[in-house]
Nanobody, 120 residues
């Protein structure tokens, strides 16, 4: 019943921008911290960003700090990732994930992901 559906990915040139969305359903969205996690081809998952339940606290991997902004709209059950100044190394499948509450970087549900490709 828990569902996370990402959208907004695509192909952009270096320096470009994309805004990813993750629509959540099947649970009380406002009660859960949320994260974005990405996975490049042949590589393991890399945590990108997190946001607390109310949206007042945000966290970023060093690789995206200053370029990406995470936000959420609890009334719309949606978490966003605004990605600016994109680099080729940002190319990956981007998943939103629900924090389990058990440990840092522990997620109990993942979306299927949306592909972001950054190339000239």
């Amino acid at each position: 019943e828990v569902q996370l559906v990402e959208s907004g990915g695509g192909t952009v040139q270096p320096g470009g921008s994309l805004r990813l969305s993750c629509a959540a359903s099947g649970f009380t969205f406002s009660s859960y911290d949320m994260s974005w996690v990405r996975q490049a081809p042949g590589k393991g998952p890399e945590w990108v960003s997190a946001i607390n339940t109310g949206g007042g606290s945000t966290y970023y991997a060093d690789s995206v700090k200053g370029r990406f902004t995470i936000s959420r709209d609890n009334a719309k059950n949606t978490v966003y990732l605004q990605m600016n100044s994109l680099k080729p190394e940002d190319t990956a499948l981007y998943h939103c994930a629900r924090e389990s509450g058990l440990a840092t970087y522990d997620y109990d549900y993942w979306g299927q992901g949306t592909q972001v490709t950054v190339s000239s």
